[in-house]
């Protein structure tokens, strides 16, 4: 079974701080993928990034940064500097190429940031 | 190019009653896929289509969901009859044929039942 994990249900922080939100994640799949998502207010889910399990390469995306750990099985996301806009849900997901391709969600960060 | 739509945005229904919510995919895209979140839970996946075929349906919750995608465009997903606990927000979202390939998500619909 599957299963994905963030901790963090709410998090609030002034513009301009950096944020990390976690994912912690199980599996018994050797290869499996990872995901973020982000919900805006408008309500529809945002790809951010994806990530196959053989590949733990930090990623960097402008203010975006993820930091994949197969050893602790955690997928963390960083927002440097962050900004009202970023205020959003997060969700990290998880999928894996046998089990077809239905992802499993964590429960979500809602992020707020204030000015 | 159109993204995901899904039809209505909202849904207030009393219990009993019946509700089909629809989703059109992005054009040329064959893998559907439906998910919900209720109340405080996380989101859960229901069913995948390939093309008009149910591919999974390991993820709906009873016999009162029934889903179609007949001629493997668009998908409907009727809950009759609706009961309090079929409350939430229903997503739907598509992929091209690549297993693992990103899925685009719909807005999502709020169905909300009395």
Excluded at chain 1, 8 to 33: G, M, P, W
Excluded at chain 2, 53 to 81: C, I
Aim: aromatic share 12%; hydrophobic share 30%.
């Amino acid at each position: 079974a599957q299963k994905v994990t963030q901790a963090q249900t709410e998090i609030s922080v002034v513009e301009k701080e950096d944020v990390t939100l976690d994912c912690v994640y199980e599996t018994r799949d050797t290869t499996y993928y990872l995901f973020w998502y982000k919900q805006p207010p408008s309500g529809e889910l945002v790809f951010l990034i994806r990530r196959n399990s053989f590949d733990e390469q930090n990623e960097i995306s402008g203010r975006y940064s993820w930091n994949f750990q197969k050893s602790t099985s955690s997928f963390n996301f960083t927002i440097t500097a962050s900004q009202v806009v970023d205020s959003a849900v997060y969700f990290c997901a998880l999928t894996n190429p046998t089990g077809g391709n239905m992802l499993t969600f964590g429960g979500g960060t809602r992020l707020m940031v204030k000015p | 190019e159109a993204g995901v739509t899904q039809f209505p945005s909202h849904s207030v229904i009393e219990k009993g009653q019946t509700v089909t919510l629809r989703c059109d995919p992005i054009s040329g895209h064959d893998n559907l896929y439906w998910y919900r979140r209720v109340m405080g839970k996380e989101i859960k996946f229901l069913l995948h289509f390939v093309k008009e075929s149910k591919q999974d349906e390991s993820g709906m919750p009873n016999n009162r969901f029934l889903a179609e995608r007949t001629g493997g465009t668009y998908s409907t997903l009727k809950v009759q009859p609706a009961e309090l606990e079929d409350s939430g927000v229903y997503f739907c979202a598509s992929s091209q044929g690549e297993r693992n390939n990103e899925q685009f998500f719909g807005p999502g619909t709020r169905l909300t039942v009395l």
